[in-house]
């Protein structure tokens, strides 16, 4: 697949124990922009974070997670992900959803 030029950076802020069929919700989202055949996507982990409802999340030495924030950013053209964005809509129940322009410098697979 050959992307390049001006494209769209979806961004999806959730927590990492949202859950959606059963599974991780930030997970669910991944399988969903793969199905639609979406260029690419890739889960980010925050180390500290609050959202809407101001309750602080973070990370600390005695304990392991207390449901930090995740971020799942999706790059392609506006148009691709349009299908998207409907599934985001049922399966967010809390969360952040955005979008913005980018220039893509570079998109490689490494396979000639």
């Known amino acids: 697949m050959k992307l390049s030029g001006e494209a769209t950076l979806l961004r999806v802020f959730v927590g990492e124990t ?14 969903k922009a793969r199905e639609l055949n979406i260029a690419g996507a890739t889960v980010l982990r925050g180390v500290m974070g609050y959202g809407a409802h101001t309750r602080l999340h973070t ?5 392991l997670s207390e449901d930090l924030p995740v971020v799942v950013e999706i790059v392609d053209a506006a148009d691709k992900l349009a299908p998207l ?19 893509i410098v570079q998109y490689r697979s490494g396979q000639k």
Do not use: N
């Open 18 to 31: 949202d859950k959606h069929a059963g599974r991780p919700l930030y997970e669910q989202i991944v399988l």
């Open 59 to 63: 990370e600390k030495v005695l304990r």
């Open 85 to 103: 964005l409907g599934f985001l809509d049922e399966v967010v129940a809390e969360g952040l959803v955005t979008m913005e322009k980018v220039h």
